[in-house]
């Protein structure tokens, strides 16, 4: 950190010119997310403390789970869905989410604006060719009232309109600016079933603000810090999509903590959040595909080495499962089941784990199995090779 970087940030937040370390960001981080200790809440609390669970994939929003909560059970979130108390639905970034129904209400209305800029930007916005967004969206509304379809479905029927168009990807296009959920088998464990789609409303049974103004947005900030901070106000744009959150962390400075990172860098944080001693020991965690955790900064030191993004993060826009070791990525690892067995490999960055977080990421491995893999008679615990 330079020291006219030191300057500034101390200028900035009328504070000291020492700035939060790695290891410090590291520890407020899993204290946050349940990492460095197992919750006893249950799971529809941790997906609101989380605000929301990423849910590209099916499997990744159990896992998450089941490493934060103690005693979790996968049919309580399967439950959960079911009874329309937790919902899969586009979210920040344009991304899916599992989000409980509470939230979903609360948090699209601020999003909603950002969904419609993101989809008029996306490459299936050139199948409106004349077309207005407003419309094919209410044309979306009309032919889902009352019902669920496929995408395929709802492409189809939104042809009886518009014979010309591509209506596969205006298909595409209602279900990322259109308030729209997965419906229940989608997003259960291990359905890999194509999705189909109910009107938000419709399944919640409430209407759906479109724009909840700079007090939702607001609200939508100040979740996030409490989940993921401290963080700057391009770690906030990362992991919502919203624009100007830098004034808007501004605006919002009377309420917040504020302070550097040891590059100048100036975070914010509630208050009473807690950033606990750097030196605190945290135990190894698996960590799912996706996990909230290395997606929800622009500066991601605090979570991985930016050196190991290449073996985290995929060219196809994968994210691996990935474990802890004293707070910090150390690898990846994988689980394949059959019918009689499930085998956990565990490939670590570096060729020699101490034996004790050998034995912990043995303990953990079992355990998960043990929950998402129960019915198999063989559990195996391996140690391989990463990736080159």
């Not at 370390?21 to 349940?34: E, I």
């Not at 490493?67 to 996968?74: E, N, Q, S």
């Not at 586009?90 to 409980?100: P, Y």
Request: hydrophobic share 45%; glycine share 8%.
């Amino acid at each position: 950190m330079s020291p006219n970087a030191r300057r500034s940030c101390a200028a900035a937040t009328g504070g000291a010119a020492g700035g939060l370390d790695r290891r410090a960001l590291n520890r407020a981080l899993l204290a946050r997310q349940s990492l460095l200790e197992r919750s006893d809440e249950s799971p529809l609390t941790m997906i609101e403390r989380l605000v929301g669970l990423q849910a590209q994939a099916p499997n990744p929003p159990y896992l998450g789970l089941w490493t934060r909560l103690r005693g979790f059970r996968m049919e309580q979130l399967s439950q959960a869905m079911r009874a329309r108390q937790v919902v899969r639905a586009t979210m920040m970034r344009g991304t899916l989410h599992l989000v409980s129904a509470a939230d979903y209400r609360a948090l699209r209305p601020a999003l909603q604006p950002t969904l419609q800029r993101l989809s008029l930007r996306s490459g299936h916005a050139r199948a409106l060719d004349g077309l207005d967004l407003a419309d094919v969206r209410e044309a979306g509304r009309a032919v889902l009232r009352g019902t669920a379809l496929s995408a395929k479905a709802l492409g189809e029927a939104l042809r009886a309109r518009w014979p010309g168009h591509d209506t596969g990807e205006l298909a595409l296009l209602v279900r990322g600016a259109e308030p729209v959920v997965h419906v229940p088998p989608a997003g259960l464990w291990d359905e890999h079933a194509p999705a189909r789609f109910a009107l938000a409303s419709d399944w919640l049974g409430v209407d759906i603000g479109e724009d909840g103004g700079d007090e939702a947005v607001d609200a939508l900030l100040l979740r996030y810090l409490a989940a993921f901070g401290p963080a700057s106000a391009r770690d906030a744009a990362v992991w919502s999509g919203l624009t100007a959150t830098g004034e808007r962390l501004q605006r919002l400075r009377p309420r917040l903590w504020s302070g550097c990172d040891d590059t100048g860098t100036e975070l914010f944080d509630l208050p009473g959040a807690p950033r606990p001693d750097p030196a605190l020991p945290a135990p190894p965690r698996l960590l799912p595909e996706f996990d909230n955790v290395l997606l929800a900064h622009a500066e991601r030191s605090r979570i991985f080495d930016p050196e190991r993004r290449s073996a985290i993060f995929t060219r196809n826009g994968l994210v691996a499962a990935t474990f802890l070791v004293d707070g910090f990525v150390a690898g990846t690892w994988k689980l394949q089941r059959s019918a009689a067995s499930a085998t956990l490999s565990i490939a670590p960055f570096k060729p020699r784990l101490p034996a004790a977080v050998r034995e912990a990421l043995e303990r953990e491995a079992l355990d998960c199995m043990t929950v998402v893999a129960g019915e198999c008679a063989r559990h195996e615990v391996r140690f391989v090779a990463a990736d080159p």
